[in-house]
Nanobody, 118 residues
Framework: QVQLVESGGGLVQAGGSLRLSCVAS???????MGWFRRAPGKEREFVAG????????KYADSVKGRFTISRDNAKNTVYLQMNSLKPEDTAVYYC????????????WGEGTQVTVSS
């Protein structure tokens, strides 16, 4: 079955940057990929998604202009470049797969912690 492993989380100061990576294994050909996050005391929310081709992307309004999602299908990897980080970006970030962009995500990674200090 599909397995997803995230990496790249850590502690940064406000205004700093991080790049998250997610490596997929198993039957991932043709799948859209995305990132979600869950902040302390809040529900899980969608952050960004990308189609199989990488041509179509989607972002939450809260991160638009600051975060960039990309993928390298030769490496079965999706990335989330996070710039101009804010304390409210602090959350556990999860990688996920879906059959198509804008459809429910079926597979999830274990998550990686991102903490942004003031």
């Amino acid at each position: 079955q599909v397995q997803l492993v995230e990496s790249g989380g850590g502690l940064v100061q406000a205004g700093g940057s991080l790049r998250l990576s997610c490596v997929a294994s198993g039957r991932t050909f043709g799948y859209a990929m995305g990132w979600f996050r869950r902040a302390p005391g809040k529900e899980r929310e969608f952050v960004a998604g990308i189609s199989w081709t990488g041509i179509t992307t989607k972002y939450a309004d809260s991160v638009k202009g600051r975060f960039t999602i990309s993928r390298d299908n030769a490496k079965n990897t999706v990335y989330l470049q996070m710039n101009s980080l804010k304390p409210e970006d602090t959350a556990v970030y999860y990688c996920a797969l879906a059959e198509r962009l804008n459809r429910p995500y079926d597979y999830w990674g274990e998550g990686t912690q991102v903490t942004v200090s003031s």
